[in-house]
């Protein structure tokens, strides 16, 4: 009796945490400065954003955030990573993304090595990538791939390696045609504010300035 008491009581506590999971909850204006001493990068954020804040006592794998370009309706848990912030329904959004450049094993092609220059990784995994005359990326033409979605909806994917080649980033908007024009420019505004910064607690002698106080969200 006393096994089957605390059988019930397991799964009711299961069910509870997958309720508390799959929650929904409100977005929230997104923050004018995004600040990752980890991976030292600093972004600043147009007013008018919005993000899904990561519900408290989250743990997971810090890779980057979200930024809506209108409230979602409603924000959904999200998994291991940062980078990814579930939503109801499609909402126009530009998303950051970074980790450290390393090599890697494709399922075909064996061990990749890690990409040497923004080109390299841009056509490891967009063949058709191009350096944008509009888009930049640490003061540079970024490279870019755009393609066409289910749904009417277009991706634009900005790509680039930094800090020596130390670290990767992936900037991607995702839109309607109707909008693209627009999201595009404010595509531009937020790759071209991104820049690379050194951790205060860092040992290394490195060009870049600090980084500011801020946090990544």
């Not at 409230?71 to 291991?80: H, L, M, R, T």
């Amino acid at each position: 009796m006393k096994a089957a008491f605390l059988v019930a009581m397991a799964l009711i506590a299961a069910a509870g945490n997958m309720e508390s999971q799959t929650a929904s909850y409100a977005p929230k204006p997104a923050p004018r400065l995004y600040v990752t001493q980890k991976f030292g990068l600093v972004m600043k954020v147009p007013p008018g954003l919005s993000f899904c804040p990561l519900p408290r006592g989250w743990s997971g794998d810090e890779e980057g955030t979200v930024l809506f370009l209108e409230p979602p309706s409603a924000c959904i848990a999200p998994g291991e990573s940062s980078a990814v912030r579930p939503i109801d329904g499609f909402v126009r959004s530009i998303g950051l993304r970074y980790h450290i450049n390393r090599s890697r094993d494709d399922a075909f092609d064996g061990n990749i090595p890690a990409p040497r220059t923004s080109e390299e990784f841009a056509h490891q995994f967009c063949p058709g990538a191009f350096a944008s005359p509009d888009l930049k990326l640490f003061e540079r033409p970024a490279f870019i791939c755009r393609s066409e979605m289910a749904g009417n909806k277009v991706r634009i994917v900005m790509m680039a390696v930094y800090d020596s080649a130390r670290n990767h980033l992936i900037l991607t908007l995702l839109t309607t045609p109707d909008r693209l024009a627009d999201d595009t420019r404010l595509l531009a505004t937020i790759g071209s504010s991104i820049t690379a910064c050194r951790s205060s607690s860092g040992k290394e002698k490195r060009e870049e300035a600090a980084c500011p106080k801020g946090n990544w969200w």
